[in-house]
DNA sequence: TCTGGGGTCCTAGGACCC
DNA sequence: TCTGGGGTCCTAGGACCC
């Protein structure tokens, strides 16, 4: 058996937990650049107001009921998801983190009551953290997945659901609509609805061969996972990406390439870090700029990179990718939005060296560690002069909470 | 004043070469 | 009148997740 662990509403339940007096108001948490609202907690899906939608347009909605609206705030969501993520690892040898609000345990040769261990998980999250939690068992991640569903829309079963034999997920998942199901987004539901596949259930009852046939091994796999068939295992170690990206739409329009060239540095600079982490190297990479679709002049162009050798030179790959910049820019367009892309990586301990090849220097190696290593302690102390110093580019939070928990001058005081 | 997320993986199709 | 292969690289865009 697999538990799946998931915050309600995580960034609306972060925000509430060092202002109590938000308890049981409505909030939103909106997108970087305060652009769509991305998370919402129970009391405004109540009032029927959307997710993913710009927020300016439901900005006099919001108003007329009061709603607590905050500006992401990165900073707080990551060390509080570190600490809901050591909580719940205690219950658990195998986990796996899937992402910044849920993780799965394995609850294999567990001899306990599944239902009683997963009241606790959830009550020992909430009274270290503050942070409510749902959790979901059964068989399949993908099953996991449509319990904690449940356990959160069916308020009666307070937060938990327990799936563990056929006779009980069979009759929720005719309730179950197919575009629920993980996996399974806005194109695939079409298609499937086309073909008379309403419910999980009818989902669950395809022909895992021909499901294949009609569509691909994925969903082969969710028929099979449905059906109680591990097809998903728990992965503890994360596989590496086999792509790195680091996009940002700008607070404002920008007209200028030093500006569009700082924000590729200050792009690179992050992927560079993702890259390092994951020790992997980089071959070819991608940069694009682009101007915004609701605007009259559409541009979006891509430049393919070749590295001269595999690198994770953060120095080197900002110079290759700022030189492309240079060709892709026009002037007198508004840019919105700008990226980079690491699409051909190789692992930095297993590379195949040529003769004459030319391969990263020792010491760049040894400059890129020592980086890290002074920036891990306090995170954009040491970086390049290209990333630009005022970065007006830089997105807008206007309504961003304080960091309560990383930064000394902003930690709660209690009078 | 003006506002519209970010990340990963995959694939169709065009350009170019032989 | 209309057709005629195979491979690689690149670009654009789609699908899905949170």
Known sequence: MLALVDCNSFYASCEQVFRPDLRGKPIVVLSNNDGCIVARNREVKALGIPGLEPYFKLEPLLKKHN????SSNYELYADLSSRVMDVASSFSP????????????SLDGMKCDLNQYAKKIRKTIWRHVRVPVSVGVAPTKTLSKIANHTAKKYLGLKGVCILDNPKKWKSILKKIPISDVWGVGRRLTE?????????????????????RKLFNINIERTVRELNGEVCIPIEEEAEPRKQIFSTRTFGHRIYDLSELQQS??????RACEKLRKQESLVNVATVFIQTSRFDDLRYLRSKIVRMPYATNDTGLIVNQLNRKVKD??????????????????????NQQMSLFDNHQPSRRTRLME?????????YGSIQLASNGINQDWKMRRLKRSPSYTTKWNEIPTIK
């Open 94 to 105: 195998d986990v796996e983190i899937y992402s910044i609000d849920e993780l799965f345990l």
């Open 328 to 349: 892709l820019f026009i002037k007198g367009l508004p840019y919105y939005k700008a990226g980079v892309g690491f699409i051909d990586l190789s692992n930095q301990y």
């Open 264 to 269: 590729i540095s200050t792009y690179t600079t």
């Open 67 to 70: 709603v607590h609206v905050f």
């Open 191 to 211: 298609r499937l609805i086309e073909c008379g596949v309403i419910t999980a259930s009818d989902l669950a009852q395809q022909s895992p061969e021909s499901m």
């Open 370 to 378: 020592v980086v890290d290593s002074i920036n891990s302690k306090k």
